[in-house]
T-cell receptor, first 114, second 114 residues
């Protein structure tokens, strides 16, 4: 069974640009969530999608957005990039079949903003 | 919101000895407590999890204990091996059909000394 797949793995962008990251969840998983990991702030929740609807949102500015498609694949977008957006962006999926659903992470997309 | 504290931030143990990492959480409604291992350049890998209706869970050399009254949970690794060296994160969530949001601890860098 394939795991959570994220693309691209590495990318470099310039301040002011925008970036789109992609995530394919584990087959059969309907919940997809995104996290930002930085040395200073650790792992922080961005948002979570289920059946193409955003169910939860973390404390990030509106420049961070996402969406989910009918096949559960998800994308996140960051507009007007700032140097502080340099981070590892992690996608996670779960089956969401009840209480305490196991959440699995992908390998992440390393974003460097210069 | 939920707050998770994790100690220690670094831990060095001799190969073959045991390692213990402790976490406390603030939200009494939290019901799901996973532990992740993260190796350099990779995404977090789930190693064990526990739900609030269980006090202890074991998987080979790894065990987790949960004290709901005191709101803390711990990871125990016995007979440590060099490949156990990594950063370990605890997390908590009130996972319940639609709240797939994890709040993470700040991580523990575990080093196994050969």
């Amino acid at each position: 069974k394939a795991g959570v797949t994220q693309t691209p793995r590495y990318l470099i962008k310039t301040r002011g640009q925008q970036v789109t990251l992609s995530c394919s969840p584990i087959s059969g998983h309907r919940s997809v969530s995104w996290y930002q990991q930085t040395p200073g702030q650790g792992l922080q929740f961005l948002f979570e999608y289920f059946s193409e609807t955003q169910r939860n949102k973390g404390n990030f500015p509106g420049r961070f957005s996402g969406r989910q498609f009918s096949n559960s694949r998800s994308e996140m977008n960051v507009s007007t990039l700032e140097l502080g957006d340099s981070a590892l962006y992690l996608c996670a999926s779960s089956s969401d079949r009840g209480i305490g659903n196991t959440i699995y992470f992908g390998e992440g997309s390393w974003l460097t903003v210069v | 919101g939920e707050n998770v504290e994790q100690h220690p931030s670094t831990l060095s143990v001799q190969e073959g000895d045991s390692a213990v990492i402790k976490c406390t959480y603030s939200d009494s409604a939290s019901n799901y407590f996973p532990w992740y291992k993260q190796e350099l350049g990779k995404g977090p890998q789930l190693i064990i999890d526990i739900r609030s209706n269980v006090g202890e869970k074991k998987d080979q050399r790894i065990a987790v204990t949960l004290n709901k009254t005191a709101k803390h949970f711990s990871l125990h690794i016995t007979e440590t091996q060099p490949e156990d060296s990594a950063v370990y994160f605890c997390a908590a969530s009130t996972s319940n059909f639609g709240n797939e949001k994890l709040t993470f601890g700040t991580g523990t860098r575990l080093t196994i000394i050969p």
